[in-house]
């Protein structure tokens, strides 16, 4: 089993910036997809950035060039870097670890975007 938990969030201006963090623990394969998802109040919960093993990217286009997803040295840890944040931003963002039929999701962190 994994269990992650994910850090970071909280309130923010409109143009701020917020670092997320996602630290993953337990039975961790090596090849993986790390991925941050958010959910909005009435709103289904939709991925924003992915980060494979290997290190190549993937964003929603609505965070493209805003937000940016890096692993830490432990390789165990996964980043979310947000800037130029907009209200519509707001959301509860989950961390996600998927490895073949392997799946864990964190408990979620509150960012929340003033305008």
């Known amino acids: 089993q994994v269990q992650l938990v994910e850090s970071g969030g909280g309130l923010v201006q409109a143009g701020g910036s917020l670092r997320l963090s996602c630290a993953a623990s337990?039975?961790?394969?090596?090849?993986?997809?790390m991925t941050w998802y958010r959910q909005a109040p009435g709103n289904e919960r939709e991925p924003v950035a992915a980060?494979?093993?290997?290190?190549?990217?993937n964003y929603a286009d609505s965070v493209k060039g805003r937000f940016t997803i890096s692993r830490g040295n432990a390789a165990n840890t996964v980043y979310l870097q947000m800037n130029s944040l907009k209200p519509e931003d707001t959301a509860v963002y989950y961390c996600?670890?998927?490895?073949?039929?392997?799946?864990?999701w964190g408990q979620g962190t509150q960012v929340t975007v003033s305008s």
């Open positions: 980060i494979s093993s290997g290190g190549s990217t």
């Open positions: 337990g039975t961790i394969f090596s090849f993986n997809y």
């Open positions: 996600n670890y998927r490895s073949g039929t392997s799946v864990a």
